[in-house]
C-alpha cells in the first residue's frame, strides 16, 4: 500500500516561513491535500489539488508538489498557525492515504 | 451552512459492534461525490477507514475491510457506520467526512463532523 512521510515536528519563529514535506513514491502523479488539525478541533482543509486554496484560507497557505515530495509552505507565520498538519492523497482512484501528520511549533 | 454531525455509542465492550450516524444539513447528501469515515486514537494520527461514492461502491481500508460496512440514508440526509468485533484498538474519535468534487486522481474532505470519542473497554 502506499505511504506517505511527514516529520514528525517543525519549529518555526513567528513571521517566518514554515515548510512541512510530505513524501511518497512518485507523489507528483498524484493530487496531494493538506489539512490542519488543532487541538480539540476536527481536521479542516487548508490546500486541496496540490496548491489550490478553499476559500477563507489566507494566502500565507500554499502547497507545492514534484517528484517524490509535495510541500505544504507557510509564509509569516503566526501563533495561531500552530496545529498538527497532515498530508492525504488517494490511491487506485479511491483509497484515502494520509501522512502521519506533523506538528507544527511557534516558537 | 453545511453541517456533519456524529452520533453513537461512545461505549462499547469488546465484541460489540460500533453503529455510527452521520447526519447532514445545509447541504443534500445525494450532492457529494464520497462519503467517508475517518477515526484518530487519542493522541495519534488520523486514520481512514473507508469511503462511500454517491453511486454506491464502498472503499474500505484492507486491514479493517473485513469488519465495516458504510450505507447511506437519502430519505434521512445521513450516512453510517458499522464496525464489527471491536477491540481496545477500536477505540478513537471517529469523524464523518464528505467530498464534494473529485477528478482521476482523487478527491479531498472538505466537509468534516466534530467528531466523536468512542471507548471500547470491558
Known amino acids: 500500500s502506499y505511504v506517505l512521510t511527514q516529520p514528525s515536528s517543525v519549529s518555526v519563529a513567528p513571521g517566518q516561513t514554515a515548510r512541512i514535506t510530505c513524501g511518497g513514491n512518485?507523489?507528483?502523479?498524484?493530487?496531494v491535500h493538506w489539512y490542519q488539525q488543532k487541538p480539540g478541533q476536527a481536521p479542516m482543509l487548508v490546500v486541496y489539488d496540490d496548491s489550490v486554496r478553499p476559500s477563507g484560507i489566507p494566502e500565507r497557505f500554499s502547497g507545492s508538489n514534484s517528484g517524490n515530495t509535495a510541500t505544504l509552505t507557510i509564509s509569516r507565520v503566526e501563533a495561531g498557525d500552530e496545529a498538527d498538519y497532515y498530508c492525504?492523497?488517494?490511491?487506485?482512484?479511491?483509497?484515502?492515504?494520509f501522512g502521519g501528520g506533523t506538528g507544527l511549533t511557534v516558537l | 451552512q453545511v453541517q456533519l454531525q456524529e452520533s453513537g455509542p461512545g461505549l462499547l465492550k469488546p465484541s460489540e459492534t460500533l453503529s455510527l450516524t452521520c447526519a447532514v444539513s445545509?447541504?443534500?447528501?445525494?450532492?457529494?461525490?464520497?462519503w467517508g469515515w475517518i477515526r484518530q486514537p487519542p493522541g495519534k494520527g488520523l486514520e481512514w477507514i473507508g469511503s462511500?461514492?454517491?453511486?454506491?461502491?464502498?472503499y474500505y481500508h484492507p486491514s479493517l475491510k473485513s469488519r465495516v460496512a458504510m450505507s447511506i440514508d437519502t430519505s434521512k440526509n445521513q450516512f453510517s457506520l458499522k464496525l464489527s468485533s471491536v477491540t481496545a484498538a477500536d477505540t478513537a474519535v471517529y469523524y464523518c467526512?464528505?467530498?464534494?468534487?473529485?477528478?482521476?486522481?482523487?478527491?479531498?474532505?472538505?466537509?468534516w463532523g466534530q467528531g466523536t470519542l468512542v471507548t471500547v473497554s470491558s
Open positions: 467526512a464528505s467530498a464534494s468534487r473529485y477528478d482521476a486522481r482523487g478527491y479531498d474532505f472538505d466537509y
Open positions: 445545509g447541504y443534500s447528501i445525494s450532492s457529494a461525490y464520497y
Open positions: 512518485n507523489i507528483g502523479s498524484k493530487s
Open positions: 462511500r461514492y454517491h453511486s454506491g461502491s464502498t
Open positions: 492525504q492523497v488517494c490511491d487506485s482512484g479511491s483509497f484515502v492515504v
